[in-house]
């Protein structure tokens, strides 16, 4: 029992330094090419210097940190191509946890949950534009991409879901607070929607190719949303972990 309690303690400690650090690199406070100390991470974050390295580890195994020949990790720095190319791996991987969900069936209960998502975001897409509810919205495009992953029957496709979300700028919800209040940005979170209904009624009717389909294109609404951010400079300085795409 003592062993089992140590053991969840120190998983606990390394995902809060995973989580620490993570957020120091995307919210800009520490720079591309910028060596990272163990000592003073441990000193910023309030954790031992076990965690922090074990950390460290994992963000390098995710593609965000780089490991130096002579020991120790910098932030990398990323282009666009990359940012590119974990977009549509996002969408190869979504639109095959889609086509998975089609042909292997979901239950009826994930049917009800998946139709309660929709009406939430039906919900906020239709509100008046002066009271648009962004982190209303960004909740529950995040639950539904959760649940599309589930829906797919496999840990395996989960998982490498997972692990692609986690590099920068991968995620359905990477530029969105970057442009709420652009009319034009309102129009594509309607077209999305349209997009989430199109996936869940082909995984209702059991269509296999045409969920898988549905859920590549609209994986790139994001590269559609990267293109926007970056021709705006002003749009570029909402979102701070843009510091980390070189030119």
């Known amino acids: 029992m003592a062993q089992r309690k140590a053991s969840e303690k120190a998983s606990s400690q390394t995902l809060k330094a995973v989580l620490g650090i993570r957020e120091l690199v995307f919210s800009g406070e520490v720079s591309p090419g910028e060596r990272l100390s163990e000592v003073n991470l441990s000193a910023r974050l309030g954790l031992s210097r076990t965690p922090i390295r074990a950390g460290l580890a994992r963000l390098e195994q995710e593609g965000i940190l780089e490991l130096i020949p002579s020991g120790g990790y910098t932030v990398r720095s990323f282009s666009e191509a990359d940012i590119v190319d974990a977009i549509e791996l996002r969408g190869v991987l979504e639109g095959t946890a889609a086509r998975l969900a089609a042909e292997r069936g979901i239950s009826p209960s994930r049917l009800v949950s998946m139709k309660a998502i929709l009406a939430e975001i039906d919900k906020v897409v239709s509100g008046p534009g002066d009271a648009f509810d962004f982190p209303r919205y960004a909740e529950m495009n995040a639950e539904f991409h959760d649940l599309l992953k589930v829906l797919s029957g496999s840990e395996i496709v989960a998982r490498e879901i997972d692990r692609v979300m986690r590099l920068p700028f991968a995620g359905p919800s990477a530029f969105l607070n970057a442009q709420p209040d652009i009319p034009a940005f309102r129009t594509s979170l309607v077209v999305g ?17 045409r969920a898988e389909a549905v859920a590549r294109e609209h994986s790139r609404l994001a590269r559609q949303n990267l293109d926007f951010v970056m021709d705006d400079h002003k749009l570029m300085a909402r979102v701070p972990g843009l510091m980390l795409v070189s030119g």
């Open 193 to 209: 929607q349209a997009q989430h209904r199109a996936i869940a009624h082909a995984i209702e009717m059991r269509e296999g190719a």
